[in-house]
């Protein structure tokens, strides 16, 4: 399966990263021979395998159902971008 | 003694022989002076250093210190710092100020460590050469012309340039130990869970292991000492009872004329022994191996017959789960922010353009290629079936062998500019790496000589989960022979 152009645009605009159409050529040229290896694997015989998502058989802890966490909206805030009255700025997304 | 380890230092600030503020100033010149060519650093927080230094010696002085109060550290910049920059070699992170600290930098804070400052790495700790910094790559102190290896470059030259005795570092494919052998220095990675990863700025999840670098297996176990531990912040940490990983260099240290060795089997996967590894690398493995038998080991051929799948693997799994990490960087929270843009869509869109560099931004694409619709079963799922093969591979070879032995890197440090256009040729830098992580199994490089260019040789001992004491003990019983650890690039000769 080889990776085009147009998918390359199509997981852009996934992601959420604005892309020229000369940088998705660029893109689609340098991925080519990296599909081309991750292809490879595609080879091995799975069958009744399971998959592995972790590197430990792990199952996730459960904590007490309590408030740990103190109020420190304005220590994070002072790494954003755009704030005003304690609350993060975006764009009118709502006419 | 500027040069010294991290142990020896520990002996001489112990006694009093010196003082951490002495110590510390010292290395803060260096890394001024020697930071214009590597550039190592990212950040020097020369005020913070000697505040913290000076507190260590009072610490000494009261009889409270631990084996590392006192000595300098450096902190590879995924490392969250509290009041510190933390930019992840990244413009997207390039004011970011760490609101709180990393668990691995809390406890080296707790044992009166002192941090100098924050080392350069390639951007999200995606690359193996450094190159991929947006500050500029890392130079090789043992070749200015060379790349330190990446992503941990700047911490693995730090060390190799005796700016530092010892730093921190993320491996999530390779990223310590690869720059470790490329640099000369030794680089620990962990089995995945012992060392939480609570304040790393995250790559991929399943896969990120904080390690350390030191000159030394010894410095390594005295680090690894202080940095392992359950933390219940991080729900893949490990909770087991707290070991002390230079136990058995000690216990052999008090026989030092009997085979330290007797009784290790060392496992050689003859997949790791093929062509594509420059013939001096091999060379040097060999000679390795022979020292390791003359102390008593034993070996034994193994086979891992799916491990030639890791690197495919590892390009489904480790993009997929970055491009979920990384969709957190949208300019609203934290980070960069487009300076112009139409609508919320059109903010998202600019400001991940702007922010993430080219490397990073083809790593985004495959994972969102791999996970999206009508793709995952064939990508996704797939590679996690073949990592469980991979997984068994290990698994069998463990019932034969205590540890595994063979090269780092198939090549030693290779020039600036050389692999940048090609990815997938600066993939196949981690092709002996990449199987640890996959595992979540512990690993060491060390250095094992140099080739015909004088460039750093690095010898890599795998060990199963939570054998982190055994690959240290047999990497240190073969540096108690071997002098390759004790070699200065001429340049950063005191």
Redesign the interface.
């Known amino acids: 399966?080889a990776?085009s152009v147009d998918?390359?645009q199509?997981?852009?605009h996934?992601?959420?990263?604005?892309?020229t159409p000369a940088e998705a050529i660029d893109?689609q040229n340098?991925?080519e021979?990296?599909f081309r290896?991750?292809?490879?694997?595609?080879a091995?015989d799975?069958t009744g395998?399971?998959?592995?998502?972790?590197?430990?058989d792990?199952s996730?802890?459960l904590?007490e159902d309590r408030v740990t966490e103190s109020d420190?909206h304005a220590?994070?805030q002072?790494?954003?971008?755009?704030v005003e009255d304690g609350l993060?700025l975006?764009?009118?997304?709502i006419e | 003694m500027i040069t010294s380890s991290v142990a020896e230092l520990s002996r001489a600030l112990l006694a009093r022989r010196l003082s951490s503020v002495e110590l510390t100033g010292s290395l803060l010149d260096r890394i001024e002076t020697a930071n214009r060519t590597l550039n190592a650093f990212l950040t020097v927080d020369r005020e913070g250093a000697m505040a913290q230094a000076k507190a260590a010696d009072a610490r000494i002085a009261a009889g409270t210190a631990s084996p590392l109060t006192g000595i300098p550290l450096a902190h590879k910049d995924v490392i969250m710092t509290e009041g510190l920059r933390t930019t992840c070699g990244s413009r997207m992170l390039e004011n970011f100020v760490a609101p709180y600290s990393a668990f691995v930098a809390e406890r080296l804070a707790r044992a009166g460590m002192v941090l100098v400052g924050k080392t350069n790495m390639d951007e999200f700790a995606m690359g193996s050469s450094n190159e991929n910094s947006y500050f500029g790559p890392v130079r090789n102190p043992w070749n200015t012309t060379c790349v330190a290896g990446g992503s941990s470059g700047g911490s693995a030259a730090a060390v190799a340039a005796r700016l530092v005795p010892a730093a921190t570092g993320t491996d999530t494919g390779g990223s310590i130990r690869q720059p470790a052998a490329l640099s000369g220095v030794c680089g620990l990675k962990p089995t995945y869970g012992v060392c939480s990863r609570y304040g790393l700025v995250a790559f991929a999840s399943s896969l990120d292991t904080p390690g350390a670098f030191g000159q030394t297996a010894e410095d390594c176990a005295l680090l690894l000492n202080a940095m392992a531990g359950h933390d219940s912040r991080d729900s893949t940490s490990v909770n087991r009872p707290a070991e002390d990983y230079t136990r058995l260099l000690r216990e052999y240290a008090a026989n030092a004329a009997a085979k330290p060795l007797a009784g290790v089997r060392i496992g050689l996967p003859r997949e790791y022994f093929g062509a594509g590894t420059e013939p001096g690398i091999a060379r040097a493995i060999e000679a390795a191996i022979a020292g390791f038998r003359s102390l008593g080991a034993t070996t034994v051929e193994v086979s891992l017959p799916n491990v030639d799948y890791s690197l495919p693997v590892y390009y489904v799994i480790s993009p997929a789960e970055a491009s979920s990490n990384l969709a957190r960087f949208d300019g609203v929270r934290y980070g960069h922010r487009a300076a112009k843009y139409d609508d919320l869509m059109d903010m998202y869109k600019k400001t991940r353009a702007e922010g993430f560099g080219a490397e990073v931004k083809r790593r985004i694409l495959v994972g969102t290629y791999v996970l999206s619709h009508g793709y995952y079963d064939a990508y996704y799922l797939k590679a996690q079936q073949v990592r469980r093969l991979i997984a068994d591979d290990f698994r069998k070879a463990y019932q034969r062998c205590d540890v595994i032995v063979g090269p780092t890197s198939p090549t030693t440090a290779f020039c600036i500019g050389d692999n940048i256009d090609d990815p997938l040729k600066m993939y196949l830098n981690d092709i002996f790496t990449i199987a640890s992580n996959l595992t979540g199994t512990p690993a060491i490089s060390i250095p094992c000589g140099f080739d015909g260019k004088g460039l750093p040789i690095g010898l890599q001992i795998q060990g199963n989960a939570f054998a982190e004491a055994q690959i240290l003990n047999v990497a240190h019983r073969y540096q108690q022979t071997t002098d390759w650890h004790r070699r200065v690039p001429a340049g950063f000769a005191p």
């Open positions: 399966m990776l998918d390359v199509r997981a852009a996934l992601a959420r990263i604005e892309i893109v340098k991925l021979g990296v290896m991750i292809e490879r694997m595609r091995v799975t395998i399971v998959p592995m998502s972790h590197a430990q792990v996730l802890p904590r420190q220590l994070h002072r790494n954003a971008p755009a993060y975006v764009p009118k997304v």
